[in-house]
């Protein structure tokens, strides 16, 4: 069975830009999170999807956003870029929410000049 | 809020030794407590799950311990290889909130 796959794996903006993430699940696995993964602040919880609908959000501008589409794929946006938005962006996909056990995928990383 | 401490940024151990790594939370009652292992350069690998009624739970040379009066949580890894080298993360939750991720311990496993 594939694992998680991000796409893509590297990506250098300037500050003011946006961008989008892309991330495909395992098959089968409908939840979808995101994590923002950073040497300071460690890996922090971005956004979480379930069939189509964001169930939980975490402490970020509304600058962040995501989607899920009807084949669990997911998506997520990062307009007006900051510096601080440098990092890496993690996706995992889960087959139950609870327990929440996450299989990650390998990671954007994300550099803002 | 809920805080993670992972108490040790690094650790290094000679090869054949156990390793412990240590979690510490606070202002929380979760329901279960992950371990995940990350390489340089990949997305964290899911190890153990060990639920808050559970003492102890092993797999192969891994062991976890979860004590909800100590808030604490302690992750072995015995007769550790160079292979074992990597940053250990520990993870709470409960019910279907998201996972709560402490900063992680960089173990270092000297041959």
């Known amino acids: 069975k594939a694992g998680v796959t991000q796409t893509p794996r590297y990506l250098i903006k300037t500050r003011g830009q946006q961008v989008t993430l892309s991330c495909s699940p395992i098959?089968?696995?409908?939840?979808v999170s995101w994590y923002q993964q950073t040497p300071g602040q460690g890996l922090q919880f971005l956004f979480e999807y379930f069939s189509e609908t964001q169930r939980n959000k975490g402490n970020f501008p509304g600058r962040f956003s995501g989607r899920q589409f009807s084949n669990s794929r997911s998506e997520m946006n990062v307009s007006t870029l900051e510096l601080g938005d440098s990092a890496l962006y993690l996706c995992?996909?889960?087959?139950?929410?609870?327990?929440?056990?996450?299989?990650f995928g390998a990671g954007t990383r994300l550099s803002v000049l | 809020s809920q805080k993670i401490e992972q108490n040790s940024e690094a650790l290094n151990i000679q090869e054949g030794k156990t390793a412990t790594l240590t979690c510490n939370y606070t202002n929380y009652s979760p329901a279960y407590l992950q371990w995940y292992r990350q390489d340089p350069g990949r997305g964290p690998v899911f190890l153990l799950l060990i639920r808050e009624n559970e003492k102890e739970k092993r797999k192969e040379r891994l062991k976890v311990t979860f004590d909800t009066t100590l808030k604490q949580s302690l992750f072995h890894i015995t007769a550790s290889q160079p292979a074992d080298s990597a940053t250990y993360l520990c993870?709470?939750?409960?019910?279907?909130?998201?996972?709560?991720f402490g900063k992680g311990t960089r173990l270092s496993v000297i041959a």
């Open positions: 995992a996909s889960s087959l139950s929410p609870d327990p929440l056990i996450q299989y």
């Open positions: 993870a709470l939750a409960k019910g279907n909130t998201p996972l709560v």
């Open positions: 098959s089968g696995h409908r939840s």
